[in-house]
């Protein structure tokens, strides 16, 4: 096929990036982006030599793949109607609000032969990608992801704004359905829930444990695996790992009979990689590498740690 042409709907803080991505692509023409803030469309088209709109809707028919950078509970009905005109969609995560929504809009693009991708965007981090290889099957996963307070993405709770990232992550390397899980969180200066810890276990024995906040001191992306040849960290901040496996030690190693080797990635970009693989699998007709059904998945979990939380602070709270 020839170029795909290419939409973005919301260009804040972050479609502004989807936005030049698409510019940037050799594959894609951007044909135009949409907000519901007029002069914010139109700075980010004149940045990218594109149209400016301020309906969704003006976009039908003039683009075959689009990415939805709205807030989280316009996604739905945002995409339903992209899914319903025939065209490919990028959804930032959490996919939806709800699970009703999330099957909806994947029975959707089944049935219509469409590409749901979600934007879960730390698949993409080299860290990540250099370790898919490395980890085989883990026992005990640690995840931490601490933020700086920020007005952006407290639409909703700590879980589906940051700790959703690192359950996607999970999902991914354990590869096991969840058969327990308990919850614990509270807000602290929003309406929603910005602290939070979540302890999962899984039918084939593993054990998570992930903890997000968006009121640290400090910013702090990371994770630490555990498995029967080896551990594993991963910075995804600094784009880092650290690997410990059995072997002759090398003298770099701080556990006696155990190799360490730490590897340090160039800064790459991560959503170009991200929206390069969906342009991909618009093209070829293929699986997305965060499918529909892998957000829900991910959002399925993320709902019923809110929902823990939310029955806890009821009981602390009395």
């Not at 400016?52 to 989280?72: M, N």
């Not at 899914?83 to 029975?107: F, W, Y």
């Amino acid at each position: 096929m020839g170029k795909i042409r290419a939409g973005v709907v919301g260009v804040g803080y972050l479609g502004k990036f989807h936005a030049e991505k698409y510019a940037d692509a050799d594959c894609a023409e951007l044909i135009g982006v949409v907000d519901i803030e007029r002069e914010q469309a139109a700075q980010v088209a004149k940045k990218n030599n594109t149209r400016a709109f301020t309906d969704y809707r003006e976009l039908f028919g003039r683009v075959d793949a689009v990415s939805i950078a709205v807030t989280t509970p316009e996604h739905y009905q945002i995409a339903k109607a992209f899914l319903e005109n025939g065209v490919d969609v990028l959804i930032e995560k959490p996919i939806t609000t709800t699970i009703d929504e999330a099957d909806e809009l994947i029975d959707i693009a089944e049935e219509r032969g469409l590409i749901l991708q979600v934007g879960h965007l730390e698949r993409f981090n080299p860290a990540v990608l250099a370790v898919k290889d490395i980890i085989k099957n883990p026992m005990f996963i640690e995840s931490n992801r601490l933020s700086l307070y920020h007005e952006r993405g407290t639409d909703v709770s700590v879980v589906l704004d940051l700790m959703i990232h690192d359950i996607d992550i999970i999902l991914n390397f354990v590869r096991s359905k969840i058969s327990y899980s308990h919850a614990m969180g509270a807000p602290v200066v929003s309406g929603h829930v910005d602290i939070a810890n979540a302890h999962l276990e899984f039918e084939n024995g593993a054990v998570a444990n992930a903890t997000a906040s968006r009121i640290s001191s400090k910013n702090e992306r990371k994770i630490r695996l555990f498995q029967k040849d080896g551990y594993l960290s991963l910075d995804f901040a600094n784009r880092s790992i650290i690997h410990i496996w059995p072997g002759e030690e090398d003298g770099g190693s701080v556990v006696p009979g155990m190799q360490m080797e730490e590897r340090s990635f160039e800064q790459g970009d991560a959503l170009k990689d991200e929206i390069r693989s969906f342009l991909d699998a618009v093209d070829r007709r293929g699986q997305p590498e965060v499918s529909g059904q892998m957000g829900r998945e991910a959002l399925n979990i993320a709902l019923s740690i809110t929902r823990q939380i939310r029955e806890s602070s009821r009981w602390f709270m009395g």
